[in-house]
Nanobody
């Protein structure tokens, strides 16, 4: 079972930036970030395959950038121009050979007015 270790997150003012990172214990086929705000369903933020193909939610396109360091099995999410509506718990996800999905423990991102 792949293990995921998340880092980053925290409190930032609107317009600020944060960077999330997630390291997998071994190479996987795809990694990404999802988020869940209070009272809402978990939603996709961005995903990236080991080949570099990305899928980014419209709500963050142009503000968030996902990247993958295959040498370290680590995915990064650079979040710029943050808005209060970006406040949520962000979860790292890894797809392992199309067999199963693994989730990180979640990291809180809070954007103040």
């Amino acid at each position: 079972q792949v293990q995921l270790v998340e880092s980053g997150g925290g409190l930032v003012q609107a317009g600020g930036s944060l960077r999330l990172s997630c390291a997998a214990s071994f190479r996987v086929d795809a990694m990404g970030w999802y988020r869940q705000a209070p009272g809402k369903q978990r939603e996709l933020v961005a995903t990236i395959t080991s080949g570099g193909s990305t899928n980014v939610a419209d709500s963050v396109k142009g503000r968030f950038t996902i990247s993958l360091d295959n040498t370290k099995n680590t995915v990064h999410l650079q979040m710029n121009s943050l808005k209060p509506e970006d406040t949520a718990v962000y979860y790292c996800n890894a797809n392992v050979g199309g067999l199963y999905n693994a989730w990180g423990q979640g990291t809180q991102v809070t954007v103040s007015e």
